[in-house]
């Protein structure tokens, strides 16, 4: 028989599910996706660290745990909550169990609640702070939840010291050198850069404008992360994004980095009441009025009338283009979701080239 494990929400709410994944309590703000699949590629998001994540979708697990879907070396979810987990995975990749492979990384899991009742308290309320455990609930428990902060994402999993990537078998000839200030970037993004015939320079987003500079750069990629990117820690980035934009450099922002270049252009940040988290938000081409399909996961968003992109469900920013450089909230590489918008790269590519 399952263990037992609850779940706390920050106003006393409480869920009883059973455990998966490592046993123990954890602590985080709960978001929810409503992709079908894709939990691999979730799960291993750096831009997902410290936050628990809950899926709409009921069953997962299905295809069990593949290691080339990976968007990173380790998982950074805080916690996992789902309706059903699969134990008995069917795929011809498949390597394993998602329970088994939550327990090799330390990650503690949740299922069997009603994540229907929980999604629509997030939605009615916005995001809830909560705690998972594997005893009976107490006020502690609560307070724990309630008393939760988020602090220092993006120097959590940022990585990178100007070196330059491995390119893999099969990629073309190298024409272009692009530095990546990696604010917690999904390897789906060096792909799509690679395949263009970009060489790759990963640096660590403490890099100043002189490291970055040093090797000539044609274009400077900033990538996704996570947390609040008005967030004071995030004040030195801005400056160096700042003054890279006097470079004249092409600067392409995803996610996180769409934002961060958004600030040092002036612009502001707010935070969202729960989100875009999923494989299908659509987004208006303004310039062409075409809608593209996105995979996103964010909680913030860029406050600006001049939009390049907006989302179609509540006319949010979704992407600005500065002449050079532009940036986009949504994830253009389509790990895992819809590549409808990998073209993006393309036109990175050609700013390059101007």
Known sequence: MAEKAFLVLEDGTIFEGKAFGKRGETVGDIVFTTSMGGYLETLTDPGLYGQIMLHTFPLIGNYGVISADFQSSKVWAAGYIVKHVCQDPSNFRCEGTLDTFLK???????????????????????????????????????????????????AAVSKGNGGKLPMPEGTPAPKYKVALINYGAKNGIIDCLQQRGCDVYEFAWTATKEEIMAINPDG????????????????????????????????????????????????????????????????????????????????????????????????????????????????????????????LFDVFVERMTV
């Open 104 to 154: 090799e990384q330390g990650v503690v899991g949740l299922y069997g609640i009603d994540t229907r009742k929980l999604t629509k308290i997030i939605r009615d309320n916005g995001i809830m702070k909560g705690k998972i455990t594997m005893t009976e609930p107490t006020k502690s428990d609560q307070a724990d939840a309630k008393s939760h902060t988020l602090l220092n994402a993006v």
């Open 220 to 343: 400077i990629v900033l990538s996704n992360g996570p947390g609040d990117p008005a967030e004071t820690t995030n004040r030195n980035a801005i400056q160096v994004i700042k003054e890279l934009i006097e470079t004249n450099v092409p600067m392409f922002g995803i996610c996180l980095g769409h934002s961060l270049l958004a600030l040092a252009h002036g612009y502001k940040t707010a935070s969202m009441k729960f989100g875009h988290r999923g494989s299908n938000q659509p987004v208006k081409d303004v310039k062409s009025g075409r809608v593209y399909v996105t995979p996103q996961a964010h909680g913030h968003v860029v406050v600006a009338k001049d939009s390049w992109f907006i989302n179609v469900n509540d006319g949010t920013c979704e992407g600005l283009d500065y002449g050079k450089s532009f940036g986009v909230q949504f994830h253009p590489q389509g790990k895992g979701g819809a590549k409808d918008t990998e073209f």
